[in-house]
Nanobody, 122 residues
Framework: QVQLVESGGGSVQSGGSLRLSCVAS?????MGWFRQASGKERERVAA????????YYADSVKGRFTISQDNAKNTVYLQLNSLKAEDTAMYYC??????????????????WGQGTQVTVSS
């Protein structure tokens, strides 16, 4: 069982930046970020292959968000730049031990964090 703990959410103004962190308690092969705004379905955001470092992004965040990893710390980051009001959501970290990693389609993520709230005011 892998535990995921997210942090780094907060409230910022439009155009601002935040960095989210997700610490995994064990080894994983693919980690991803998802978000869910109030009243909406969960949306894929980004994913990273832990072994190859390959990254994957949703079109809505490409060029603004960056996913990265620090293997020594078992941590994945999501840098959020040029934030917009529509980025407001609860952001969740997910992980899987499977070898497949992508966003289209997404792998079967086995583990999920509790979420961290990002609020962007216009």
């Amino acid at each position: 069982q892998v535990q995921l703990v997210e942090s780094g959410g907060g409230s910022v103004q439009s155009g601002g930046s935040l960095r989210l962190s997700c610490v995994a308690s064990g080894d994983t092969r693919c980690m991803g970020w998802f978000r869910q705004a109030s009243g909406k379905e969960r949306e894929r955001v980004a994913a990273i292959s832990i072994r190859s470092g390959s990254t994957y992004y949703a079109d809505s965040v490409k060029g603004r968000f960056t996913i990265s990893q620090d293997n020594a710390k078992n941590t994945v980051y999501l840098q959020l730049n040029s934030l917009k009001a529509e980025d407001t959501a609860m952001y969740y970290c997910a992980a899987t031990g499977g070898t497949y990693c992508s966003l289209y389609p997404i792998p079967d993520f086995d583990y999920w964090g509790q979420g961290t709230q990002v609020t962007v005011s216009s």
